[in-house]
């Protein structure tokens, strides 16, 4: 069975431009091996018709929408970018046409969930592995505050909204299960490589376990037809009633073991087909994760980057303002008339705090006589 997964992550102002040109394949390589971009033809935005520039499309839903009387920080969370995806065999199996429906009926749901007005672009990525949905909201409430804690405000509140997602693909006919979540795992402070590796082990206990069987049922199988050779042996027209008897349970014990058998290969070969699907979930999250994490490296230091290289141009600007300006107070014959200037401001300076220390200190030194001691 398959999984419906819907993954959301938080974004400041300085990862947009890049989300952007990852989700709209502006850039013209890419390190993850899963794009090829002879198939980026066939992506689409269910939401634009159009590629769109992110900061513009958040920009314009705040100036027209935000009412809050404090300056939006920094540090705010501007755009909540949902993962929206399942497995490859699931999108194999179902076709071109249903995995569309699929992506536009979680399209419907975000727009239920988020509101219609708050979504910035929905894409959808046919030119990687695994077909999935980039889709991006502004956290814009009703009342016009910009607070992505209404909808994501700790596990209980995306774990809801992952549950009412399952049940919203469900009803519109999709055979997904719930996706795994970290209180159904109890997992809640383990890595995605830890628990693929977990997920492993079970595989590799499931593969001995269909392995003990299929001996064994190999076994059965052998005993059977020894069993039907010597029975061919027999001499049926002077077989007494009770050997026929023995011989009749003896076949039915048989076929019903050997049934037992298959129904447990059955099972063993299902449960091995479901946590294969859970690796392969694993696994995409996996690299979704270290995709961001790596990112958010290579961003965060290009922005200090850049924060060195403005503060080397603001101080070599400042350099030559004070050169030109002694050089101008030079030429206009102000420069010693200047100096004096600044040698009494420097003199007045230091006699007002002289006067300041001296007002400080005779605060502390005034004696406090006590009310209640006078005559």
Not at 153 to 159: F, I, S
Not at 180 to 197: D, F, G, H, V, Y
Request: with cysteine; hydrophobic share 30%.
């Amino acid at each position: 069975m398959s999984y419906a997964i819907f993954r959301t992550e938080k974004m400041q102002s300085t990862v947009l431009d890049k989300c952007q040109r990852h989700n709209q394949r502006e850039n013209r390589s890419y390190s993850n091996q899963d794009i090829d971009l002879n198939k980026s033809k066939l992506n689409y935005d269910l939401h634009n018709s159009k590629n769109v520039n992110y900061r513009d499309e958040i920009n314009k839903k705040i100036k027209e929408r935000y009412k809050g009387k404090r300056t939006i920080r920094k540090d705010a969370v501007l755009n909540i970018e949902c993962l929206i995806t399942s497995d490859t065999d699931f999108f194999n199996r179902i076709g071109e046409y249903e995995t569309e429906r699929y992506f536009r009926e979680a399209y419907e749901f975000v727009k239920t969930e988020f509101g219609e007005e708050n979504i910035n672009y929905a894409t959808v990525h046919m030119d990687e592995t695994t077909p999935h949905m980039h889709l991006g909201v502004t956290p814009l409430t009703k009342d016009g505050r910009l607070n992505a804690k209404t909808w994501l405000n700790g596990k209980k509140k995306l774990t809801e909204m992952q549950n009412r997602f399952h049940k919203h693909m469900t009803d519109k006919g999709f055979e997904v299960e719930r996706g795994i979540s970290s209180e159904e795992t109890k997992a809640k402070n383990k890595r995605i490589a830890e628990l693929k590796k977990e997920s492993l082990k079970e595989l590799e206990q499931i593969k001995k376990e269909i392995q003990i069987a299929r001996n064994e049922l190999n076994n059965m199988s052998a005993a059977l037809y020894q069993s039907s050779l010597e029975l061919d042996t027999i001499d049926y027209e002077t077989i007494s009633k009770s050997d026929f008897e023995k011989l009749k349970i003896t076949a039915i014990n048989a076929s019903k073991i050997q049934n037992a058998f298959n129904k447990k290969i059955e099972i063993l070969e299902k449960e091995n087909r479901e946590l294969k699907d859970k690796n392969e979930i694993l696994a995409k999250e996996k690299d979704i994760y270290k995709n961001g994490r790596s990112s958010s490296a290579k961003m965060y230091n290009n922005e200090f980057e850049k924060l060195k290289e403005d503060y080397k141009i603001n101080t070599l600007r400042k350099d030559l303002l004070i050169k030109d300006m002694t050089q101008f107070l030079k030429n206009k014959r102000m420069y010693i008339d200047f100096e004096i200037y600044k040698e009494d401001m420097l003199n007045k300076r230091i006699e007002l705090a002289e006067q300041q220390k001296s007002r400080n200190k005779s605060k502390v030194s005034k004696p406090i006589i006590d009310k209640g001691l006078e005559l």
